[in-house]
């Protein structure tokens, strides 16, 4: 096959700075129900022309996030129930088996990682407690709940990826997005008790944590399963 020229490979890599740009705003919600989007508008974004866009948002429409609709632009897409709780039965089965995993391979590089991001939830919830009314009422998209999401994600990757797995990682990163375009399509009314529910995540990572330290794969197993479950009913991924 002859090498790709550098035009080719400067379109190949805007398709991909595309890609990722657009998969990020579905992840932290900036994406969501009623804000349909142009090709238009993602280039002026990134400051590239409309066609590394179109391809983007073509890859992104066959892998089940977006849909176009004509002369009301791109939205994400529309995920029924039943398959949604599909993935969430899959997770279920895929990331327990990580946690078993990882409770054997781990590195101390992975502990720290997996650490580093307790951490970072603890700090999420913290902030929370100095928001007045916050037990009542915080919305999905703002920027302190978009924290606490940000190191749930986080914690989840750095379990993953201490299980040290070829497929499991490319499926939780699949399934974070596909969760967020669920959640944000329908429309779902804000967090209540948000401190509580960030607390409770926390103590969640920690025991999975120790689970994995302890090299105790049925008990992080067990821990995250039950963690998800939980999250079932919640707003964490």
Not at 155 to 171: D, M
Not at 172 to 182: A, E, M, S
Request: proline letters at 5%.
């Amino acid at each position: 096959m002859p090498a790709k020229l550098p035009w080719q490979m400067a379109a190949v890599n805007h398709k991909v700075r595309a890609y990722r740009h657009i998969r990020k705003k579905l992840l932290y919600g900036e994406l969501g129900a009623r804000r349909s989007f142009s090709d238009k508008t993602l280039a002026s974004e990134l400051g590239m022309s409309r066609t590394p866009i179109r391809e983007a948002i073509l890859q992104l429409e066959i892998e089940g996030l977006l849909q176009r609709a004509p002369r009301s632009g791109t939205n994400p897409r529309r995920m029924s129930s039943a398959e949604y709780e599909e993935l969430l039965d899959l997770r279920e089965l895929i990331e327990g088996y990580a946690a078993a995993r990882a409770a054997q391979r781990a590195t101390a590089e992975h502990l720290v990682a997996m650490e580093r991001a307790c951490r970072n939830v603890q700090a999420a919830a913290a902030a929370l407690r100095n928001v007045p009314d916050v037990q009542r009422d915080v919305k999905r998209d703002s920027p302190l709940w978009t924290r606490v999401i940000q190191a749930d994600i986080a914690f989840h990757r750095a379990l993953v990826a201490a299980s040290r797995t070829r497929w499991v990682p490319k499926f939780l990163d699949g399934w974070q997005v596909l969760n967020r375009v669920f959640q944000f399509s329908r429309e779902l009314p804000p967090i209540y008790s948000a401190l509580g529910e960030a607390a409770r995540v926390y103590r969640d990572h920690r025991r999975i944590h120790k689970a994995v330290q302890q090299h105790d794969g049925d008990l992080a197993r067990q821990l995250i399963t039950r963690h998800l479950r939980v999250s079932r009913v919640g707003p964490f991924i």
